[in-house]
C-alpha cells in the first residue's frame, strides 16, 4: 500500500525527489513520514508530514536541505533533498500511521520497500 521510488546516485551537492505513493487506507492516515537506513546503521527518522494539522518535522541532520510535502490529488508524498552530502547515503522507506508525528519506525503501521539513494563525494 506504500510504493516508494525515485532514488539514484548523485554527486555530492546534488538533488534528488523521492515519492510514495499510497493506495487504499494509508493514505487517509494523517500521518507520513520518511525513515532511513545506512549500511551497517539502524534505521533513523528523517521526517515526517501531519497533514491534517499542515505540520512538518525534521531530523536535525538534514533540516534546511530536505523538504517533505504530499500531493492529495496524486496520493503521494514526496521528499525533495538538496545538498546532498555523502552521509546521506541510505536506503530510504516511507511510512504511514493514523494519528501523531513519531520519531520513532515502531509506531507506524506500514512501510514501503524502500529506495536507495548514493552520494559519491
Known amino acids: 500500500q506504500l510504493q516508494a521510488f525515485g532514488g539514484g546516485s548523485v554527486p555530492a551537492g546534488g538533488s534528488l525527489r523521492l515519492s510514495c505513493a499510497a493506495s487504499g487506507r494509508t493514505f487517509t492516515y494523517n500521518v507520513m513520514g520518511w525513515f532511513r537506513q545506512a549500511p551497517g546503521k539502524e534505521r533513523e527518522f528523517v521526517a515526517a508530514?501531519?497533514?491534517?494539522?499542515?505540520?512538518?518535522y525534521y531530523a536535525d541532520s538534514v533540516k534546511g536541505r530536505f523538504t517533505i510535502s504530499r500531493d492529495n490529488a496524486k496520493n503521494t508524498v514526496y521528499l525533495q533533498m538538496n545538498s546532498l552530502k555523502p552521509e546521506d547515503t541510505a536506503v530510504y522507506y516511507c511510512?504511514?500511521?493514523?494519528?501523531?508525528?513519531?520519531?520513532?519506525?515502531?509506531?507506524?503501521?506500514?512501510w514501503g520497500q524502500g529506495t536507495l539513494v548514493t552520494v559519491s563525494s
Open positions: 508530514i501531519n497533514w491534517s494539522v499542515s505540520s512538518n
Open positions: 511510512a504511514a500511521r493514523p494519528l501523531g508525528i513519531s520519531y520513532y519506525q515502531e509506531p507506524y503501521e506500514y
